[in-house]
Every structure is written in structure tokens, then in C-alpha cells.
């Protein structure tokens, strides 16, 4: 069984910063790409960054410049680094990855059960 937890949400003021941290636990054999997705409220959940096992990064244009992903393997760990946090950026954040959980099954895909992020005065 593999499980994703995600931590770090929480409430911020406009121009603060929040460190997300997501950890996989269980049976992992290796894990291929990870990555943050966010679902504000009525809007479609949409990736906000992605970080592959070799530690290429992408990112949404719209925090480009403000967040960074990370990981640290060994420990089957990722990260959000959040900057210049905005209103905008209010939604329940959620981690995925892609993971093995032996060397001849399958990659599927694991989600975490989402941390809430509120940028408010």
C-alpha cells in the first residue's frame, strides 16, 4: 500500500510564503515524476509544477518565477517553496506522483488527500 501525505498549508497574507511538503510512504520500488496540483473553489484541478526523478522542473506560467519544486529522493519527499504568495493562488493543493511498487509491475498513478492554502488580509 502507498501513501502520499501532504503538510504545510495554511492561512497567509498577500506577498507571504508557505512550504508544502508531500511524503510517500509504503511499498515503492521507485518513483518517476511528481507533482503539485491545485482545485480552487468551482475551477478544474490544474498542475502547478512538475519535477522528474533527474530533477527537471516545469511550472505553470502563472507561478513561474514565485514557487519551487523539490525533492529529495532518498527520503520520497517533494516540495513547494511558495513566494509572493497571492489571493489567486487560494486553493486546496495536491500532491501526485508516479510510482512502482515492484520492478516488474506497473507506474501508476498515487494522489495525496490535498492540504488547504488561503491567501487572505
Known amino acids: 500500500q502507498v501513501q502520499l501525505v501532504e503538510s504545510g498549508g495554511g492561512l497567509v497574507q498577500p506577498g507571504g510564503s508557505l512550504r508544502l511538503s508531500c511524503a510517500a510512504s509504503?511499498?515503492?520500488?521507485?518513483?518517476?515524476?511528481m507533482n503539485w496540483y491545485r482545485q480552487a473553489p468551482g475551477k478544474e484541478r490544474e498542475v502547478v509544477a512538475t519535477?522528474?526523478?533527474?530533477?527537471?522542473?516545469d511550472y505553470a506560467d502563472s507561478v513561474k518565477g514565485r514557487f519551487i519544486i523539490s525533492r529529495d529522493n532518498p527520503k520520497n519527499t517533494m516540495y513547494l517553496q511558495m513566494n509572493s504568495l497571492k489571493p489567486e493562488d487560494t486553493a486546496v493543493y495536491f500532491c501526485?506522483?508516479?510510482?512502482?511498487?515492484?520492478?516488474?509491475?506497473?507506474?501508476?498513478?498515487?494522489w495525496g488527500q490535498g492540504t488547504q492554502v488561503t491567501v487572505s488580509s
Open positions: 519535477i522528474t526523478f533527474g530533477l527537471s522542473t
Open positions: 501526485n506522483a508516479r510510482i512502482k511498487v515492484s520492478p516488474w509491475g506497473s507506474t501508476n498513478d498515487y
Open positions: 509504503g511499498s515503492i520500488y521507485s518513483i518517476n515524476a
